[in-house]
């Protein structure tokens, strides 16, 4: 990972490069910026590493403005915050280092020895403190006092909070998905201040959000959701006096969004539309194909593709081909009551080919890029370019209506499309899925399944039935 260094001790830091244009201006500089990771070891996952250095990142830039600028009103309130952090961390300090010792103040004093003879906190200095100056005094009281909740936060760190305490991976998944939002708010209304005296502020901000949605085109749904985790997050900073007010609620009357648009259902696809989608999947494979070839075996989305694990839920060389749909490393399935026990019928060699890349291709783009490009494709092979009710979701109820003409049982249809139902083989059929093991103790399970999906398609004119 680049600015990542591994020490030969075995430890890590952060290492970059200062601009080249620093050389001149600044000539005692060392070459390259560092900063200790004593976080991470050989053993730190991705998250912790990518978490790691994007603080090191944020440190980073904080101290090129720094080295540029020296009026403490050209810093926001959140990089004062991680100036003081850093001044502590550099010195090897903690906030409240020195709080209850008897001579707290003096240890201090010995930590911070510029407050003692060039910037003490109590003198009248005849000219203006630089930024500098300022947050060394703060960190030399914060040296002495314990940490308190925090009542102020800005924006981007009651979001930092909001994912440690829902334990996101914002490097994979639907974590990256909630921060690729969250980033594409923030460009919008910027950082701010989250205190009980800067409601107007916050709700201008977000009304500004909403107001650029809109004024582009954006519908209601899609805001609401851009909003979702944004919204949670601020509420989350503690005895905050009007969270309640930070909603899209209209009774609250506190934001306004435009009503929400009628939904465009997709509707059912004719045996006919069905069997040319097939051929193409067959014929002509890419990862989008492959996409489509496997959404068709119960309607499943792309991003229930994207979370697939290769190793621990695709089993495409067993006796009975099929895809264990369970929400990824996160569970996310098993809240949203989408277990999936997909068996594969259609294009078995083509989708062993093609998903390792279909996985990826998932992965790499926002949430609602594959479902446009897919419903696209989808349209133009149908030659229905114009039918908005023509979309790859219409493929979870064409299924269904495929699976009642092959008049397979309920609990099956629950098990193979996700639908939450409270019987007693679909709960049985929940903990196979989520035991490790899947289905080696309960192969005539999976048996029955894969015997009821074939039926599903055997209408169907595709030579493609395994």
């Given at each position: 990972?680049?600015?990542?260094?591994?020490?030969?001790?075995?430890?890590?830091?952060?290492?970059?490069?200062?601009?080249?244009?620093?050389?001149?201006?600044?000539?005692?500089?060392p070459?390259?910026?560092?900063?200790?990771?004593?976080?991470?070891?050989?053993?730190?996952?991705?998250?912790?590493?990518?978490?790691?250095?994007?603080?090191?990142?944020?440190?980073?830039?904080?101290?090129?403005?720094?080295?540029?600028?020296?009026?403490?009103?050209?810093f926001?309130?959140?990089?004062?915050?991680?100036?003081?952090?850093?001044?502590?961390?550099?010195?090897?300090?903690?906030?409240?280092?020195?709080?209850?010792?008897?001579?707290?103040?003096?240890?201090?004093?010995?930590?911070?020895?510029?407050?003692?003879?060039?910037?003490?906190?109590?003198?009248d200095?005849?000219?203006?403190?630089?930024?500098?100056?300022?947050?060394?005094?703060?960190?030399?009281f914060?040296?002495?006092?314990?940490?308190?909740?925090?009542?102020?936060?800005?924006?981007?760190?009651?979001?930092?909070?909001?994912?440690?305490?829902?334990?996101?991976?914002?490097?994979?998944?639907?974590?990256?998905?909630?921060?690729q939002?969250?980033?594409?708010?923030?460009?919008?209304?910027?950082?701010?201040?989250?205190?009980?005296?800067?409601?107007?502020?916050?709700l201008?901000?977000?009304?500004?959000?909403?107001?650029?949605?809109?004024?582009?085109?954006?519908?209601?749904?899609?805001?609401?959701?851009?909003?979702?985790?944004?919204?949670?997050?601020?509420?989350?900073?503690?005895?905050?006096?009007?969270?309640?007010?930070?909603?899209?609620?209209?009774?609250?009357?506190?934001?306004?969004?435009?009503?929400?648009?009628?939904?465009?259902?997709?509707?059912?696809?004719?045996?006919?539309?069905?069997?040319?989608?097939?051929?193409?999947?067959?014929?002509?494979?890419?990862?989008?194909?492959?996409?489509?070839?496997?959404?068709?075996?119960?309607?499943?989305?792309?991003?229930?593709?994207?979370?697939?694990?290769?190793?621990?839920?695709?089993?495409?060389?067993?006796?009975?081909?099929?895809?264990?749909?369970?929400?990824?490393?996160?569970?996310?399935?098993?809240?949203?009551?989408?277990?999936?026990?997909?068996?594969?019928?259609?294009?078995?060699?083509?989708?062993?080919?093609?998903?390792?890349?279909?996985?990826?291709w998932?992965?790499?783009?926002d949430?609602?890029?594959?479902?446009?490009?897919?419903?696209?494709?989808?349209?133009?092979?149908?030659?229905?370019k114009?039918?908005?009710?023509?979309?790859t979701?219409?493929?979870?109820?064409?299924w269904?209506?495929?699976?009642?003409?092959?008049?397979?049982?309920?609990?099956?249809?629950?098990?193979?499309?996700?639908?939450?139902?409270?019987?007693?083989?679909?709960?049985?059929m929940?903990?196979?899925?989520?035991?490790?093991?899947?289905?080696?103790?309960?192969i005539?399970l999976?048996?029955?399944?894969?015997?009821?999906?074939?039926?599903?398609?055997?209408?169907?004119?595709?030579?493609?039935?395994?």
């Open positions: 990972m680049r600015y990542l260094n591994r020490r030969k001790t075995g430890g890590y830091r952060y290492l970059r490069a200062y601009p080249s244009s620093f050389k001149t201006t600044f000539p005692s500089l070459s390259q910026y560092s900063r200790e990771l004593p976080e991470l070891s050989d053993n730190s996952d991705d998250a912790d590493v990518h978490r790691a250095m994007q603080e090191a990142s944020r440190a980073y830039d904080l101290h090129i403005k720094m080295l540029k600028a020296s009026d403490p009103a050209s926001t309130d959140s990089e004062r915050t991680l100036a003081v952090e850093e001044i502590l961390r550099r010195r090897k300090l903690r906030a409240g280092e020195f709080h209850g010792h008897e001579d707290g103040s003096a240890w201090a004093e010995g930590a911070f020895p510029e407050i003692g003879y060039e910037i003490r906190p109590d003198s200095i005849d000219r203006a403190r630089t930024f500098q100056e300022e947050v060394t005094i703060d960190a030399f914060a040296s002495q006092k314990l940490p308190e909740v925090k009542r102020r936060k800005t924006f981007r760190q009651a979001w930092r909070d909001y994912l440690k305490a829902k334990r996101l991976d914002i490097t994979a998944g639907d974590g990256k998905a909630k921060q939002r969250f980033e594409r708010v923030i460009a919008i209304t910027g950082d701010f201040t989250i205190a009980d005296e800067t409601k107007d502020d916050v201008d901000r977000l009304q500004q959000f909403i107001n650029y949605k809109q004024d582009n085109g954006s519908k209601a749904q899609s805001i609401k959701r851009e909003l979702k985790e944004v919204i949670a997050a601020i509420r989350t900073v503690p005895r905050l006096a009007w969270s309640d007010a930070v909603t899209l609620d209209k009774k609250k009357n506190s934001l306004f969004i435009h009503d929400e648009e009628r939904p465009n259902k997709g509707r059912v696809l004719t045996n006919t539309e069905l069997n040319a989608l097939i051929e193409q999947c067959l014929s002509n494979p890419d990862e989008k194909w492959c996409s489509l070839l496997i959404q068709l075996h119960a309607g499943i989305g792309p991003r229930e593709i994207s979370r697939l694990r290769i190793d621990k839920d695709v089993f495409l060389e067993s006796k009975y081909p099929h895809i264990l749909f369970r929400g990824g490393d996160e569970g996310i399935a098993k809240k949203q009551a989408r277990i999936r026990v997909v068996p594969i019928v259609l294009g078995l060699d083509t989708i062993k080919k093609w998903l390792p890349t279909t996985i990826a998932t992965q790499s783009l949430q609602d890029s594959p479902v446009n490009t897919l419903n696209k494709r989808l349209r133009s092979l149908l030659n229905a114009n039918d908005k009710q023509l979309k979701h219409g493929l979870r109820h064409t269904l209506r495929l699976a009642k003409r092959a008049e397979i049982s309920d609990r099956h249809i629950h098990a193979i499309a996700g639908w939450s139902h409270n019987v007693s083989e679909a709960s049985l929940s903990e196979v899925v989520y035991d490790p093991y899947g289905f080696v103790e309960d005539e999976l048996a029955k399944l894969y015997r009821d999906q074939t039926r599903v398609f055997e209408p169907l004119h595709a030579p493609s039935i395994s």
